[in-house]
């Protein structure tokens, strides 16, 4: 069973062909990120129209690699939502036309949801009931899971996202877009480790809170202005990951689950991975990096997922009335 899927709701246009919702057979990721490195963060409106740009040729270049004919695919899906709604209704739209055209099924897909099932991908196959930390540029939640479409938000964040901080505090750093990426690169070569910075715990919850630090990593470098930004990057990695994993820790002591899945862009952190594994005492799954970052496979697995749940793509129903995930994740309004 083939999947086509298409993810464009942020700076990266990804085209991929799945088979069975495990085997990737093409995933193909143009990322925008040289044109954002320019104004420091993503302009929606740029972002968009890079995507229009693409997108057709991107496709083309995406069966060939999969070595597969349009006819042999079996259901169209892209990304609904969350998402920037320019880039969003870019991929969406053309996914849509394309199923329309060549009459397929058509599969739309909740973002964080994708970022969940590329656990499903590459073989694995994770067991449920499980508690997933979805960590990335605009969400950082915990969710249980008890099933395909069964999702439960337990907390998230009441500010800044993980990778959102991540972002504002490599701009404060001077280390570039995506921050992500740079803080991990300069933590990398840290040489002294005594800075101390703070960590929100918000007892009782389990619910997130990074601006705090932030403006603790900003007051920090306007007092010394010669610190090493090495260790106050290696600093402020620790105190994220620390809370991610400590509060992802308590939930588990209060729920019974088999695993644990770590998803979204700030899963390919190192770090993370590492104290993930080493501190989580159940099987942790974590995708590979790169597809921890937005990517189509995982739209094509959660598409898989929910094959039964295909609409016309013609019809002129309200899309969203037909996801049932449970307590879904996309912001309905
Ligand atoms: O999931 P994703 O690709 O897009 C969203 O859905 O937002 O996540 C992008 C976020 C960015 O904030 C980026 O800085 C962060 O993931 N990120 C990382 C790393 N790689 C990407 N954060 C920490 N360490 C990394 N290695
Ligand atoms: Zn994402």
């Known amino acids: 069973m083939l999947i086509l899927a298409f993810e464009s709701s942020c700076d990266e246009t990804s085209v991929s062909v799945v088979e069975n919702g495990t085997k990737i057979l093409c995933n193909l990721i143009q990322s925008q990120v040289l044109m954002h490195n320019k104004t420091g963060g993503i302009v929606p409106e740029v972002a968009a129209r890079e995507h229009l740009k693409i997108i057709s040729q991107l496709t083309d270049q995406a069966l060939n690699v999969a070595g597969v004919q349009i006819e042999s695919i079996d259901y169209i899906a892209a990304t609904i939502g969350p998402g920037l709604p320019g880039a969003l209704m870019v991929g969406f739209s053309y996914a849509r036309s394309m199923a329309f055209a060549t009459k397929k099924p058509f599969i739309p897909v909740d973002h964080i949801e994708g970022h969940i099932y590329a656990n499903w991908l590459e073989g694995n196959m994770p067991i449920l009931p499980a508690v997933a930390l979805v960590v990335s540029g605009g969400h950082t939640e915990l969710i249980y899971m008890d099933s395909a479409s069964n999702f439960k938000r337990i907390g ?147 598409a898989f997922r929910h094959k039964d749940d295909f609409i016309d793509p013609c019809s002129l129903i309200d899309i969203y009335s037909t996801m049932n995930r449970g307590d879904l994740l996309i912001d309905k309004n």
């Not at 695993?259 to 080493?278: D, I, P, Y």
């Open 156 to 302: 998230g964040t009441r500010d800044d996202a993980a990778g959102e901080a991540f972002d504002k505090v490599s701009r404060m750093l001077g280390a570039g877009y995506p921050g992500g990426p740079a803080i991990a690169a300069l933590a990398n070569e840290a040489k002294k480790f005594d800075i101390e910075l703070p960590r929100a715990w918000l007892p009782g919850t389990h619910d997130f809170s990074f601006s705090g630090l932030k403006t603790a990593v900003l007051n920090l470098k306007n007092k010394f202005p010669n610190l090493p930004v090495e260790e106050i990057a290696w600093s402020f990695q620790e105190s994220v990951v620390d809370v991610l994993i400590s509060k992802t820790i308590t939930l588990l002591n209060e729920l019974n689950v088999q695993s644990v899945l770590l998803a979204g862009g700030v899963a390919s952190n190192s770090r993370l991975r590492e104290v993930a594994k080493t501190k989580i005492k159940i099987p942790v799954f974590i995708p590979s990096p790169k597809l921890c970052t937005d990517n189509a496979a995982m739209i094509a697995a959660a």
